[in-house]
């Protein structure tokens, strides 16, 4: 459902100019769930806001359901690192969600359900009269998750989503990331640059190098389900497939049984 | 919920107990405006000693207020003739001329915050209008429109227009990034990002305009009463000041005064209430 292309970008010109990404080919099935792993400023949110059609790429291409993105595309959403950025703190969080659902061509009534819907799928039910401000980061970042949720989007990006709570409530979204994806028929990519997450969250982990970015490794994440943040995380797939991410973030070779 | 109570700022602002709040409720006030008092007493004694009649003291000047503005009915609060003839033009200039400005400051402001091609063309101009002093347009103005309520408007507009224009060009050019480009990702529709988005984010910086620009339009009003008028605050000052009569003279100033504060407070008291989200906001991340 989407497929990118030779995706160049290169920011500014001339001596000063910075490459970002170097040639990314990427294709992402219906359904399926793949984080993007790589070192800090390697250019993810780069690919990420190229794919979103926030960025015009200096060159390559970005087809999304057979359409190529130019403008940003209807039936994608966002959810950024950067919650209390993203939230605006004017509106409730009912509001919040519900603000873009009119473009859907909801009525009133419609929208109003459709947000109280996904506050519960986030277990935020309690929260719809609230304003984000009042509620803690953790929480904050499920009313984004939510609003994403509620525009039923065909592909929801998340960029670095959980960098900035703590981490008892990163597991706790992570869990959730992986139950809502359940309930809609959801396209996913979730960038990160926690290895332990990418392979958690993933059912596919590409790695990037540093810039300018390239893909160094593509790998399926095959772990028995229903994923649990203990029992997984000791599994002994889990703990070598980590290390394997680990060494192509850091840019060592890998072993070739297990590069695909 | 695991995660850490979020914080809760509306609960703040309520004491306990109903007296004991109430007591400082007093207190507040006390501690707050005790200078007052002690103000007027010095001044009753500075110009008791220094017994000049440009100088009236304030019991002189409070005497003929009373009996300028404060003989009439109870039924009107007491407003003499004098005060209805010449009270309430001067507030409907104020407003108005407020009230155009703000609208028109708005409108401007970001169409100029949001378009970088128009304020190019436009920032000079704007610069070349702030820098003229308002009064300034008097002179030029009589023998344009002649004296009367459509030249005292535009000598207040074109006064208070500024700090309102500015601030909302600013407010309206440096809404966060994210929150538009939130908007661009949700699809959000012009009108909507308008409304729902770029206002409202602007919403602090034009306060502090329409904030600055009250208690400039206040002044205008009085400077355009004092050249061209036949009624109003400003025209009873000038008239006390032709009939050398200096404690009326400091009533009309007084009542400015008094004006100045109340208008102050009101807009403050509507200014927590629209921003309330602003100011808990900026507590809390």
């Known amino acids: ?260 | 919920m695991k995660h850490s109570a979020p914080a809760s700022p509306k609960s703040s602002g309520t004491s306990p107990g109903g007296s004991p709040s109430g007591l400082r409720g007093v207190a507040r006030a006390v501690s707050r405006l005790w200078l007052v008092p002690v103000a007027l007493v010095l001044w009753e004694i500075g110009t008791r000693a220094a017994d000049t009649p440009y100088f009236p003291s304030p019991t002189t000047i409070a005497v003929k207020m009373r009996e300028m503005w404060l003989n009439g009915p109870a039924s009107r609060l007491w407003l003499s003739d004098l005060a209805l003839e010449n009270f309430p033009p001067s507030l409907a200039r104020l407003f108005a001329g407020w009230a155009l400005a703000g609208v028109a400051g708005i409108v401007l402001g970001v169409m100029l915050g949001r378009s970088v091609l128009l304020a190019r063309f436009v920032d000079p101009l704007v610069h070349f209008g702030r820098a003229i002093p308002p009064p300034m347009l008097l002179p030029l103005l009589i023998p344009l429109m002649s004296i009367g309520t459509q030249m005292q408007l535009t000598t207040i507009v074109f006064g208070v227009i500024w700090p309102v224009l500015l601030n909302t060009v600013d407010g309206a050019r440096y809404v966060d990034r994210q929150h538009m480009e939130t908007a661009r990702v949700f699809g959000l529709s012009w009108g909507q990002r308008l409304w729902r988005v770029i206002l409202p984010s602007s919403t602090p910086k034009i306060f502090a305009g329409l904030r600055l620009s009250l208690s400039l339009a206040l002044i205008l009003m009085v400077i355009s009463e004092l050249v061209g008028s036949t009624n109003g605050i400003g025209f009873q000052l000038r008239a006390a000041e032709r009939a050398f009569d200096p404690p009326a003279l400091w009533g009309a100033i007084v009542v400015l005064g008094l004006l100045g504060y109340v208008l102050n407070l009101a807009f403050f008291a509507i200014e927590r209430r629209v921003l309330s989200w602003h100011r808990a906001a900026k507590q809390t991340t």
């Not at chain 1, 920011?11 to 793949?34: K, M, Q, R, T, W």
């Not at chain 1, 190529?68 to 959403?77: C, E, I, K, R, S």
């Not at chain 1, 904050?140 to 592909?155: F, G, M």
């Open chain 1, 1 to 260: 459902m989407l497929e990118i292309s030779n995706l160049t970008h290169t920011y500014g010109s001339g001596p000063s100019a910075h490459n970002a990404l170097g040639g990314i080919d990427l294709n992402v099935s219906e359904g399926e769930l793949v984080c993007i792993v790589g070192p800090s400023g390697c250019g993810k949110s780069t690919l990420l806001r190229s794919i979103a059609g926030l960025l015009r790429p200096t060159g390559g291409q970005v087809v999304l359901n057979g359409a190529p993105v130019a403008q940003t595309p209807d039936d994608l959403a966002v959810v950024f690192q950067d919650y209390s950025r993203s939230l605006f703190p004017w509106m409730s969080v009912a509001d919040n969600i519900s603000l873009p659902l009119r473009r859907k061509g909801e009525g009133r009534k419609q929208r109003a359900r459709s947000a109280m819907e996904a506050l519960e799928q986030v277990g935020l039910a309690g929260a719809a009269d609230k304003y984000p401000w009042e509620l803690s980061g953790g929480m904050q970042q499920r009313v984004s998750i939510a609003r994403a949720l509620a525009y039923r989007p065909a592909l929801m990006l998340m960029d670095e989503p959980f960098g900035s709570v703590d981490a008892q409530t990163r597991e706790d979204l992570e869990d959730l990331t992986l139950r809502v994806r359940g309930h809609h028929n959801m396209t996913i990519l979730l960038i990160t640059h926690d290895i332990d997450e990418s392979v958690y969250v993933g059912d596919r982990v590409v790695v990037l190098s540093k810039a300018p970015a390239r893909i160094v490794g593509d790998l399926r994440v095959d772990l028995p389900g229903p994923r649990d943040q203990i029992n997984t995380r000791e599994h002994p797939d889990f703990v070598r497939l980590r290390a394997e991410v680990g060494r192509l973030v850091r840019g060592m070779r890998t072993s070739p049984a297990s590069a695909s």
